[in-house]
């Protein structure tokens, strides 16, 4: 069997939505980066973004996975919005960064990030 299906209104409510903060965006590849090295990435994320309690209906940030940023080099690459912080070499070790800089202590991690695009 699947997963339980609930409705749109509760599946927002359980992620949060309404009082998230930040959306974090995580290029798996496979064009930037090789798949493999994109998925060890997303599986840290996600993984620290729980022990951290940034996720879930009280945390501040919702987290999604994605095939292309269409930033095809340097990956895996990441945005955080609404900053609009393009980050690119997001290995493990510098996605805790940018969870503690920027996620966490609201600074942007300036020798990782290579764009800006603020949503204003």
Not at 50 to 61: A, H, R, S, Y
Not at 67 to 79: D, E, Q, Y
Not at 80 to 97: D, H, I, L, S
Request: aromatic letters at 8%; proline letters at 7%.
């Amino acid at each position: 069997m699947g997963k339980t299906r609930t409705t749109p209104n509760e599946a927002a409510q359980s992620f949060g939505v309404g009082h998230l903060t930040r959306h974090l965006f995580v290029c798996l590849g496979p064009d930037c980066v090789d798949a493999d090295e994109g998925k060890a990435t997303w599986d840290y994320v996600k993984r620290r973004t729980k022990e951290l309690n940034l996720t879930g209906p009280q945390g501040p940030l919702f987290r999604t996975k994605c095939g292309c940023l269409r930033i095809c080099t340097g990956g895996p690459i990441a945005v955080v919005y609404p900053e609009g912080t393009w980050y690119r070499n997001v290995t493990p070790k510098n996605a805790e960064r940018i969870l503690q800089e920027h996620i966490i202590g609201g600074r942007v991690v300036e020798d990782l990030c290579f764009a800006r695009n603020p949503l204003t």
